[in-house]
């Protein structure tokens, strides 16, 4: 069992910056993919971007595609989302999900973090 734990979010205003954590318990974990998902109130889910642990160039949804990046840390099992130039409807609960790289759905989920942008 894999559990993945987020930090680093919180309330900023339009224009600021955040970056959100996600570490991931277990140590060998092979090829593993990382990614985010938020979810704003009465919407559904949405992925927001994913990297590969061992290597590759992360994906990023248009949405945020120049102002969001994902970098990793494999020796801590970490990655990470910068958000920069943020804006209300960022406004979310973050979410970390994980998979085995020949996995279709991301089974590990990390317990969300809120990120909220005042206007």
């Known amino acids: 069992q894999v559990q993945l734990v987020e930090s680093g979010g919180g309330l900023v205003q339009a224009g600021g910056s955040l970056r959100l954590s996600c570490a991931a318990s277990?140590?060998?974990?092979?090829?593993?993919?990382m990614g985010w998902f938020r979810q704003a109130p009465g919407k559904e889910r949405e992925i927001v971007g994913a990297?590969?642990?061992?290597?590759?160039?992360?994906y990023l949804v248009d949405s945020v595609r120049g102002r969001f990046q994902i970098s990793r840390d494999p020796r801590k099992n970490t990655i990470y989302l910068q958000m920069n130039s943020l804006k209300p409807e960022d406004t979310a609960v973050y979410y970390c999900?994980?998979?085995?790289?020949?996995?279709?759905?991301?089974?590990?989920w990390g317990q969300g973090t809120q990120v909220t942008v005042s206007s």
């Open positions: 999900a994980g998979r085995r790289s020949d996995a279709g759905t991301y089974d590990f």
């Open positions: 277990t140590r060998s974990l092979g090829r593993f993919v």
């Open positions: 990297i590969a642990l061992t290597g590759g160039s992360p």
